[in-house]
């Protein structure tokens, strides 16, 4: 069982990252509903996604196709959106299409094809993001800037897939003002693509911006942030905090 305490915790961390968001997209001129709040539940037991879920969070965000897997046949999002984030092995597109209302992490026409055989079989479109390494990091995956409107050209021939945008995660930074400019590059690549209709109509999200830094996203454009410790609390020491 949960404590009163780590309730209380959690409504209290909700309410302080809306009114963050709030002030962010009025800094930028933005609707702050246009703006969704996944929370990322890494790690996190089916009782606390429950508890959560009565809580101003717009959908859920799962790394881990087994935890995606598990929560979801649990009913622990109590009827809202669950997203996968982590990183995709082909070998596990069959257990994730379907059970997940949108796939963040696209970074291959390979894993593409895979979502596609899958969704074929089911006879429904998967809805996807493309994953881009905008600050070109060796240890993380994603597309170069300069890969995405190729891949996105070989993707929108799929029939099964639909891409609805981009996703990156930005580096782990003590000063969130760093990852402005990964922020600024994705966007105005996302506006261009929206510009020239690249996308055939499709796109209509933009997800960037984790605990550490999703202010700053918001202002440069973010549709969806990502947010896990800045809800649930710290995890193990060493893990990135979404």
Do not use: W
């Not at 995405?148 to 929108?156: A, D, Q, R, Y």
């Amino acid at each position: 069982m949960l404590t009163q305490e780590q309730l209380t915790m959690m409504a209290e961390n909700v309410a302080h990252i809306r009114e963050n968001m709030a002030t962010a997209a009025r800094e930028a001129g933005r609707d702050t509903a246009d703006i969704l709040l996944c929370a990322a539940c890494k790690t996190r037991t089916v009782e606390e996604v429950i508890a959560s879920a009565v809580l101003p969070i717009d959908l859920f965000g799962e790394n881990h196709v087994q935890e995606l897997v598990e929560k979801t046949d649990a009913n622990a999002y109590c009827g809202k959106p669950g997203h996968f984030i982590g990183h995709l092995q082909t070998n596990k597109v069959k257990q994730v299409v379907g059970k997940t209302v949108l796939i963040h992490s696209v970074d291959s026409l390979h894993l593409a094809e895979k979502i596609e055989q899958e969704a074929a079989k089911r006879d429904l479109t998967a809805d996807i993001l493309l994953e881009v390494n905008v600050a070109r990091e060796e240890s993380k995956f994603g597309l170069m800037l300069e890969e995405v409107i190729p891949l996105l050209e070989e993707v929108k021939n799929l029939p099964h897939v639909r891409v609805r945008g981009l996703m990156t995660i930005a580096p782990n930074v003590e000063n969130p003002e760093e990852n402005r400019k990964h922020f600024k590059k994705l966007y105005q690549l996302y506006v261009d693509i929206k510009s020239k209709n690249i996308d055939n109509g499709t796109m209509s999200v933009l997800s960037m911006g984790m605990t550490g830094d999703f202010e700053v996203a918001v202002e440069e454009g973010a549709t969806m942030i990502r947010v896990g410790t800045g809800i649930f609390g710290s995890r193990q020491i060493g893990e990135k905090k979404e």
